[in-house]
Structures are given as C-alpha cells and as structure tokens.
C-alpha cells in the first residue's frame, strides 16, 4: 500500500503558522517524519494559510525538497496552484491531487501528468456530484481511463478514488467501495489502473476515527487498494495497513516486518 | 459476527486445572468474561486436560451452563466427547465443532446436528488432507453442502471452516480464504451456509500475533465471514470485528456502537 502522508497542509494550525511565519521548520520535520514512518508519498496542501496560494505551494514544496527525497504529491483543486507546484519539482515521482471525472478537465490535467511525467488522482465525480452507487463509480472510471489512453498516461500512473462517503451517511457505501475496487482492478484496462482513497471521510462525525479509518483501509486492501492518504504518524493504522500488505501476499512477512516495510 | 470464544479450553493451564481439580471457579469466571466481552458462544473443548475427556466434556457444558445462558460449541475430533456435551445440554444454541468433509463423517455429524437441531461447524478437508487451493476447498464445500440438503439440516446451520494456514506457510493462502468464501456467499446455494474460521492459525509462529489475527479477520469479514473462534478478551480483536460490522452494514452505527455491540 502506498501511503500518502497527509500531515503537511495548512488546514492543520502548525502547518498553516509555518507558512504564514515563512518558517520551514515544523515543515521539515513533519517532512523528516513522516518519512521515517514509512510514506511513500508526501502531500502537500497549502489549504487556506496564504493569500497567494501559489506562492506557497512553491515555498513548501521547495522546503520538503530541501528536507527529503520522498516523492511528493501537489494536492489542490486549483489548476495554477498545481502548476506552481510543477514549476519548481525538482525531477523526483510527482503526483497530481486531484481532478474531477469531467472528460473537459481530464482533457487538461492528463496532458500535464504526461508532460511533468506525474501521476494523476483522478475521482469518480463529475458536475452532477458524487455517485450514491457502483455502476455510476465505474461509469466515470472508464471515462478517465479512456482519457489516459487518448493522452498517452500509463494507467497505472492513474490514480482512480471512488470517494469514501462518511459511514454515518449511508453504511451500504464502504462495502460499495470495496466493489468498485475490484472493478477497476479486475475489468477496466491492462495493466489495471491504480487505486486510491482519501480515506479519513469515512470516519467523519464518528466517535472512534482512528479505530474505524484503520478498519475500513484494511477491507479496502483486501479488494485490492493501492493507495491512501492517511496519517502516517499514527502507528496503528501504519501497523495495520502493514499487516494487511504481508496478508495480500504484497509484501514478505519477516519476524521484523514491520520495521523493514516503513524503510 | 459471530464471536465464538476460545478461552474455555483444556490446552490452557488455568482451565486444564480446574477440570483436572473438579473447581468450577475459574471456567465460571471465563464463561461470564467471555459473555460480557461479546461472545456469541462460547467454544469448549477439553483438550487434553482429562482421561476420560467424555466426563470432562459433561462436567464442562454443566458448569457453564449453570453460569450463563451464552450459546456453547462442544468442540472436539472425538465423537463420543461431543455425544457426551450433547447429552446434557439444557436446549439452548449448540454448535458442533468440527467435522471433516468425507462424505461417510458427514452422514454421521449431519443426522446428529439436526435430531439435537445443533449448527455443524465443517472442515474443507478430506482424507486427502487440507486443499491448497480455492478451487478444491470449494469442491468439499460442495459435498458439505449437498450432504446438509440430504439429510436435511438447514444450509445457514452448516458453518463451513475453509482452514487458514499460517502466513508463513504460504503467503499467497489469506487471500485463497478470501475468496473461498466469497464463493460459499454467493454461488452454493440459497440460502447460503455459513462460514467460520478458526481464526488463530493464520499468525502461527509470526512475532506480531494479535494484530496480524485482527488484520486479517477484517480482511475475512470483507467477503462476507460469519463466525469465527476467537479470543474475545482481547480488546482489540473485538473493537475491530465490531467496526468491520458496521462498515459490512451488518450492525447500525451509533456513538456508542462498540459497547452496544458486545450486549
């Protein structure tokens, strides 16, 4: 499983004081530990700390580089903010967070991943919302991977995310989830595209966040995940995200197994 | 899910005391825990604490039965010692664990569950020992299968065991589980029968026990799992198939989901 670290983005008050204050320390710590826990990738999201918001991104994205060799991925819904982002990547794996199901949008970002060589989270929305169902989840998948094939981005550097609803919403959802998984694994293209879940949604206004997070990814595993954006730091779900990897046959179970899989 | 408790066990030093010294302390004490902590039933198995193992079975389903009303598994290899818990029980829910799937054990186990109208916990494995594929496993579910539709003994009582092997064994084995019992879920008959696993084999030797048994017991309940043999003591295995509940639809959410749960 790949985990995308969640931690550096300016909706969290250290993060969003830091690039405020233009001080690049807790920005490289929080780069340095996350890494140390086992991220595969290094979100970044300037949130609503800055003004400038590209600007920003620059900023942070120069300090994480400066930090650390983990690749990185640009995480805003604003074009120009992504592409602030890409102006200074200094060649390491980029991701792209993320773009919409909209065949006019994946027009746009798909030539960018291509042209930054990045990968692309791509969701299962499009301007009528987000699919309550299976169907309308993978209707849109096979959108955007048309899309990758007519723009030339390698499926598995498509990051497709059915949107986790939160479980308190509607509990037919996490096992919908699953499904749409294995659908996109199984019967889209070959090689398969990838998958990915911002996975802390579905815990929202739930009173056991850490206990149900960790659960549902590793059912989400099982079906075949790829990817998520968690919080590396907490140990739990790094242990079980681990665990579920040596279960899937993904990684090879040693007695020291999950120290040698965060390395 | 089904939480059938482990801890009433002749293997262990407490209970292999108290059966050897005749004390019905402790096993009251670990039927009451086990119920208050979310056991369905609670599994009793005299191991080999005793001589005459059919006394000890009596005197065990007495004890236990005077101390709660919880379900009870009569667990053993031995007909007679399974005869013998049979004997005395008061009526309540009775699961009968196990049975192999040779068609001639069947014949014997399948009339006994339905005159006592008892479950029967069956094994996917036949003389020719235990299948290392999903293909086999689901051929002796079938014979399972076909022998309960013969003998008359209602699919949903049959909890068909597909064996986990330890992951250090093969690591390729969870996810043959997996889909084993998938396809006991959806293609064998409707109703379909259920499914349960002694879940502890998978972690045998490993460093990391409990969380690799909580892991991958999630990861079963995402296809579908019914029951499993557990330990019920352990807080974490419990708050996370109580959580794979609620994420299956199989139990409402409520801030309070995971003590309700264990009621």
Redesign the interface.
């Known amino acids: 499983m790949i985990a995308v670290a969640e931690r550096i983005n300016g909706m969290f008050k250290d993060v969003r004081k830091a690039i405020q204050k233009k001080d690049p320390g807790p920005v490289i710590e929080l780069a340095l530990r996350q890494t140390e826990q086992g991220a595969r990738y290094l979100d970044i999201n300037v949130g609503t700390a800055a003004a400038d918001q590209q600007a920003a991104m620059r900023w942070l994205v120069e300090v994480v580089q400066g930090a650390c060799k983990t690749p990185i991925a640009l995480d805003s819904q604003k074009l120009p903010v992504i592409q602030a982002g890409l102006e200074v990547c200094d060649g390491r794996p980029v991701m792209i967070n993320s773009v919409s199901g909209d065949a006019e949008k994946l027009d746009v970002y798909m030539p960018l991943a291509v042209q930054h060589n990045a990968s692309l989270v791509a969701l299962t929305l499009n301007v009528d919302g987000v699919p309550q169902n299976i169907e309308q989840r993978v209707e849109i998948a096979m959108t955007i991977v048309a899309k990758a094939m007519e723009h030339g981005l390698d499926p598995t550097k498509v990051f497709i995310d059915p949107i986790i609803l939160p ?2 919403v509607d ?2 959802q ?2 919908y989830i ?1 499904e749409v998984i294995k659908q996109i694994k199984t019967v889209l293209c070959d090689p398969a595209p990838s998958t990915i879940v911002g996975l802390s949604n ?1 815990s929202q206004g ?3 966040r850490p ?2 997070n960790r ?2 990814l ?2 989400l ?3 075949g995940l790829d990817a998520a954006i968690i919080d590396v730091l907490d140990t739990d779900i790094m ?2 995200t681990i ?2 990897d ?4 993904r990684i ?2 040693s ?4 120290k040698s899989a965060r390395m």
Request: glycine share 0%.
């Open positions: 479980v308190t509990q037919k996490p096992l699953c579905i739930t009173s056991q206990l149900i659960t549902c590793v059912m595993q099982a079906y242990d079980a665990t579920a040596v279960l899937m046959n090879i179970y007695d020291s197994y999950l």
